[in-house]
């Protein structure tokens, strides 16, 4: 749970598996690109230190949050990474527009997970405000950008260990 007295970033890296031949596909919203291009450095530095291979770290933009499904499904369909990271920031403003970008992606995240034999790690900030989101992509709450990344590289390793 992320509150005020708990830093995103913080995990046991003695818990981590080997990572050395995972590949990593990352989806990242253009929009609030302040706050994803810290997210995004954030888990591609993560994943480096944890010893997945730069060149086995694969990054596609899209222009917002919503777009993050797709982009996901379109690399898992080239069939060629282990993970997909989804990393977007939807900030709260005066209309529902919130409320329908959010639970789409959300909702689409879950499908994914569903529908393809690999796991889709929902790295979307959703925020009452840009200051949330700035201590969420490296500010005193850490880095949800590293998070996802561990989380990718556990999940991975967790669906390598369950197929059939």
Same mark, same amino acid.
């Given at each position: 749970m992320?509150t005020? @007295?708990h830093n $995103?970033?913080e995990?046991d890296?003695d818990?981590?598996p080997?990572?050395?031949n995972?590949? %990593?596909g990352?989806?990242?919203s253009?929009?609030?690109s302040?706050?994803?291009d @810290?997210? $995004?450095?954030?888990a591609?530095? !993560?994943?480096?230190s944890?010893?997945v291979?730069e *060149?086995?770290?694969s990054?596609s933009?899209v222009?917002g949050a919503f777009e993050l499904?797709?982009g996901?499904k379109? %690399?898992? *369909?080239?069939?060629?990474?282990?993970?997909?990271?989804g990393?977007?920031c939807?900030i709260?403003g *005066?209309t529902?527009?919130?409320?329908? %970008?959010a639970?789409?992606v959300a909702?689409?995240f !879950?499908?994914l997970n569903i529908?393809?034999?690999?796991?889709?790690?929902?790295?979307? $900030?959703?925020?009452? @405000?840009? *200051?949330q989101?700035v201590?969420?992509?490296?500010?005193?709450?850490?880095?949800?950008?590293?998070?996802a990344a561990?989380t990718?590289v556990?999940m991975?390793?967790?669906?390598?260990k @369950?197929?059939?």
């Amino acid at each position: 749970m992320a509150t005020i @007295n708990h830093n $995103l970033s913080e995990y046991d890296k003695d818990t981590m598996p080997n990572a050395s031949n995972m590949r %990593i596909g990352i989806v990242v919203s253009e929009w609030n690109s302040d706050i994803t291009d @810290n997210l $995004l450095n954030g888990a591609v530095n !993560t994943l480096i230190s944890n010893g997945v291979k730069e *060149e086995n770290i694969s990054v596609s933009h899209v222009p917002g949050a919503f777009e993050l499904t797709f982009g996901a499904k379109t %690399i898992a *369909e080239r069939g060629n990474v282990d993970a997909v990271i989804g990393l977007g920031c939807i900030i709260r403003g *005066e209309t529902p527009h919130f409320d329908f %970008i959010a639970q789409g992606v959300a909702q689409g995240f !879950t499908q994914l997970n569903i529908k393809y034999g690999i796991p889709f790690i929902f790295g979307v $900030l959703t925020d009452n @405000n840009k *200051e949330q989101s700035v201590a969420r992509s490296g500010g005193k709450l850490g880095n949800k950008g590293d998070e996802a990344a561990v989380t990718a590289v556990k999940m991975a390793d967790f669906a390598c260990k @369950n197929k059939k």
